[in-house]
């Protein structure tokens, strides 16, 4: 190393991590230096997480030492990395839902009166200053579960600075954000760099990458493959280096040909959870051979949308027609054997059954059908026949296929919901946020199977929060405004900036 | 003065079942005062061992652990609490080996669930099965014991009419059980540690990533629960009956579970709870008294579950139990 570096914040040194066999982190080093943000790049799986849970005392690592500002220290609990000044968000936040933001923030180093006793006002105070300060402003006295996403995050962020950390890391922070909080984020962090603090970031989106980092170390298969300045590369570069070959950002695709209508939704309205107007007097056609895009800021009715089309939510008017039958009132098994495959949004929750194996899981919405069952009996031999066949088209990444489908990655869960919903024979497929918090070998390949089913005839009706993936895909774009469609036409005749207008404020 | 108001419109439901119980408990005791008051102060007598036994269940179902061994642990903690006493003659070293018995118990809880990370419903049955078959073994009839836990008047309070003599004429484990109550409560909602409690029970890993032991804090609140399930244990032998029977608990432990799932994970709610299984069978003995439905003795028995379906199916929403209970923690 050399003796024009800034101070190092934190270092990891020759860390080595197995789970059994599986090795997570061989040999990685990381020197992150004081006041920089530094981007951790790297598919699902390659140890990214792995190697920040040890830095945080999470896990032990098996051989290797960090050092905090140049000292070796131990990392066995949290309580170290805390002790240390190292914060950390969570990629899947760590609060406790029924507690108030501030007993969230204030857990495990509460001010206290006499006796133990609780100092709640107190506590609150602080975190009010806190927030204020950091542009992190959310209220001490909300309880977490009640507050959106982007706001749980903050609390998140505010209980490291709470705790005074020198080194924040952040685990795929933007994965759940919307693009403007993302933007509100990045400044945020900028902000705190200003300060002194040092920042891992934790991502395998390109662009937030050459956006924020002063570095960027990237790891693949468990090592690092490379550190750079990010202004020394471009996004193909970070991609290559990321993945190990070459990789297509934007797919390549010929002009569609659309044919027949195949999903013809006419003034449909729906109520949201809360038993507000979700969507209100929505039309939509949506052609054979045809990628619909409907972009829009989360929240606007899209989930709604797809809810009510896949017969998850009651409809309060309005028709769905699948060419010429009416689906409204259909149950969800009905509206699934008349030819609609679903990738949904959430894939933990309504995408797979995560106990059960992968191979139950590639066959879930066909188990009921011959060849793999007959008379009510499973047909064992039949269903791991086609799950291996699968698997192998499918590129999807796991030991075995018995083995329960939560224990892969994320990206080879997506793969395993849309080898599913592709094998199945429909002339629609609703593609809802298909890569969200997925990696960038693992996006190119749905992607690409989502221009495959277009080619081959399906109508594919895209909701995504990506403008980029809608931009990329769509033939035709929808952009959906507070439960209405508020602009409809092909892609090419909109820039990038009037959907994001239209996104936000539902004109251009 | 608005908000008083609607605070009385909500509540309104209960204020009218609480006078309808006060309105008959006087028709039960005749329109005289004696009865009246002791049907009163014998609610207050049965519901101290589910109050004792519920508290119990709440440190652990809040810091994430179910447990349904509180029979066993009363059951063992009433046979040791009397046989330290017959041993000794002192109600005293009795009381506190109960204590301190429960405490164990807890501890063995905490061994099986938190340590060895067992199944949390087999864990508490195996306590159970264990006490119900270790006192049937070591229980010896017949012996006694010379006296119960000794009534104590608080001063002058108890000359009170009515209100005295519920409240301020009761043994020491009694006292101790409103005591509980009220200290617990605070605990739980108002300290630090009720803070870290109810964070492991909710969200362990997320407790355990800004520095709080799951572990610690679980064996602490198991024991501190298993010493409040001995004291209950005590009261039955010690205080209640004055001997020891075989499976004197007879299902309170149980009870005491359901009392605090009524009362909503809450200490004043199990209270309350406890209040009204206490009711009923004071009401009971109250009917055997006045002769009422004595040629349907099966009616009578049937008093406890009818009061108890009507009003909780009628006034108790839904509640929402800790979302980590039952499941053992492991950090990585």
Redesign the interface.
Known sequence: MNNQQAPLALEAVGICKSFGPLVANDEVNLQVEKGQIHALLGENGAGKSTLVNIL?G??KADEGEVRVAGEKVEMN???DA?EHKIG?V?QH???????TVT??IV????P?KK????DFEKAAQEVEALGKRYGLEVDPRAVVEDLPIGYQQRVEIL?SLY?QADVLILDEPTAVLTPQETDHLLEVLRSLTAEGVSIIFITHKLREVLAIADKVTVMRRGEVVGATDPKETNEEGLAEMMVGRSVVLRIAKSEATPGNTVLSIKELNVLDDRNQSALKDFSLDVKEGEIFGIAGVEGNGQRELVEAITGLRPLVSGSILMGEKEMSGCSAREISEEGISHIPENREKHGLVGPHSVADNLVLNRYFHSPFAARGIRQTAAINEEASHLVEKFDVRTASIHNPARTLSGGNKQKVIAARELSHDSSLLLAAQPTRGIDVGSIEFIHQQLVNARDAGVAVLLVSAELDEILSLSDRVGVIYQGKLVAVAPTDEFTRIQIGQLMTSGNS | MNSLLERIIRLRWWILVFLAIIAFTIFAGDFRQDPTTAILAATLRHSTPLVLGALCGMLCERSGVINIGIEGQMLMSAFVGFTVTAATSSLYLGVAAGLACGMLMGAALGGLTVSLQGDQIIAGTVLNIFALGLTSFLYTPGETIHSKTPRINVGPLADIPVIGKIFFANQPITYVSLLLVAVIWYSLF???????T??IG??P????????SVAKMRYLNLIIGGGIAGLAGAYLSLEAVGSFERGMTNGKGFVALAVMIFGRWNPVGAWGAALLFGYTNAIQTQFQFRGWLTGHPQFIGMIPFIVTIVVLAGFVGRA?PP?AIGQPYT??
């Open positions: 945080f999470l896990y609990s949290p309580h805390i950390m969570h936040f760590q609060l406790v839902p029924v507690l007993e969230n857990l495990g180093d509460e206290t006796g133990g006793v609780l209980r705790r | 108002k300290t630090t540690w009720g803070l870290r109810r964070a909710e969200h890993s997320a407790a355990e990533t800004v520095g709080v929402r979302a950090r990585e």
